[in-house]
């Protein structure tokens, strides 16, 4: 008896030692486990479905690897101390769980190096019900002397598989979001920006990394969907190793940023933020848009604002009167707001065109006589909200602006001054000048307080970069940019803390979650040819929820308008259209779809996402939204460049509950015009919808035509 106390006391102080040694940080469906070795170093021992009693296999690869010590691969964070010793060892010393009451649960893992006493905190907030972990680093220089960071990444993961697949999203200026897919095979892939500002217009910081046979498809693989939030330049390493592991750094990219971290302070990275799934894509994407609803973006769970823009319409070339009828317009399609674009400034160098008067952000009187008040009063009294596009980080060299404060801007000394858009960036590391760029904001409020939206636009990259106020310390200047950028937009939103903010950057240069806590919406695209933006639209909805995907029927694209009205109904959906054009049928189809659009946005912005057909895989894309008590659905399917007699097999539902029946109807059909969908009106069980299906995409349908399908439970 005695010996057999003795065991069980040995065995529970050996659980309790395994215990203390082992740190987990989980979700419903998701567990990272880390363990503290002997020599106190930490290591990733589990990564993947979260078992239900807690037996994770032991395997250790360090979890966040310091260069210059004994890893032969590129490590997480790379540190020069003033003797020059360009290591870290980073050993643990406590850790510390903190339950939050908005339903996270953060964990801290405090590191520290013996010798140099440099400390690196692991933080790991995690969301439970929506499976998603957001991770990062805090650096603190505990030296007498600064140290140079010259890698700072913000997590690093390991995986342990066959085979991996990277989904990425490449474009350019129209062309944004577009996903490749392809194996990684040993050595390293790099996906990074060098851009500054505008960071996502060639390579963008979401993707998807599938361990497995093949890529991850909707609804089958396991799969992390990985992004950074940041926006700025950013960098995603994958490294496979010799023994096939892989590695995955992600954060700031270190190009040309070594940063110099003075005695005292402390470095903390922005957040990498990543969902499991082992049910492929789909499940991947919902759980990003729960998560951003209510953790992320600014306003998610609420709704959004339906306008009439007039850039595509009239670009530069308007007027107090032209402007004035199309707040009759946008009544007349009862739109929520009228967003007035660029051109509206300038008074030594008028906004004409796009050369002159950037920075001078003060009414053009020939145009405007009774400046933005005026407008704003003249739409309200319509009883449409009025809103205002601005590019407060830029500046015209032919401008008031660049004349008072040539030394404003981002240029490097003894070269010449490099333009996009003819066009330079301001120097926002300036604190002066962030002053100035709240005050654009501060002051159209101020002057304006019915001022109901802003579009805050960003039209070029950085390049040349140099900035006057950081005269030695050039190697900050794209980490100090974003953040002078954020400290901008704190104050802005401390005084103006829910007026909706669309952020757009030249299309889709810009859209990330370090931003969308301070915007309610972004511009994914100038490009609004109806079939390019299925494309561009699918991309972003892998990563964002459709409330914060702007989508404008614009006159962009040979389609129709209904096709076009169509496919800006699966988001957030706007007009830039001269609607003077329309004939009486469309006048009647957009005022009913914009009803409909009301009827179904809290579906479309707060419900689930189900991409039923990729435009990727076939000649049409179809999804649908169904809400969270699974009574109403909406659905899309496009036909893209159809065949002549191309046979499309029908579409399984998803989100629906199986014992309901559901009511079938075709909406936003153009007026006179007969639905030619066989299961119109027709009743079904969601059994049956979601394993059999139905038809959504007519054999014999004219490519690019567009099918709308209200799904009600009738029981
Ligand atoms: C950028 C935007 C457009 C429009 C123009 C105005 O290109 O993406 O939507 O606002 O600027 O100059």
Redesign the pocket.
Known sequence: MKKLIFLLVVLAMKAVAQDSNTISITTSNAALIFKVGNNKRIYQSYFGSKLSNAAYPDKRIEAYVSGGMDFEFEPAIAVAHIDGNPSLELLYQRHKVENHSDGSVETDIFLKDMVYQTAVTLHFLSFPEQDVIKSWVSIQNNEKKEILLNNYASAMLHFNADQYWLTQFHGDWAKEMRLQEHQLTSGIKIIDSKLGTRANKYQSQHFFLTTGSQPATEDAGELIAGTLAWTGNFKYLFEIDNKNLLHLSAGINNYASTYHLQSGETFTAPAFIFTYSNKGKGLASRNLHNWARKYAVLDGEQGRLTLLNN?EATGFKFDQQKLTSLFDDAKKLDVDLFLL??GWFGEKYPRDN?TTGLGDWKVDKKKLPDGISYLVKSATDKGIKFGI?IEPEMVNPKSELYEKHPDWVLKLPNRAENYQRNQLVLDLINPKVQDFVFKVVDDLFQQNPNLAFI?W?C?RTITNGYSPYLKNNQTHLYIEYTKAFYAILDRVRKKYPHVPIML?S??GGRADYGAMKYFTEF?PS?DTDGQERIYIQWGYSYFFPANTIAAHVTSWGKQSLKFRTDVAMMDKLGYDIDISHFSKEELLFSQQAINNYKRFSPIIFQGNLYRLASPYEGNRAVLMYSDQSKNKAILFAYNLSSRYREVFSPVRLQGLNPLKQYQIKEINLMPNVKSAIAGNNKTFTGEYLMNIGIEVSKTNQEPLTSVVLEITATN
């Open positions: 850039w674009d660029d796009a596009w579009k636009d039209n757009c030249g299309g511009w100038d």
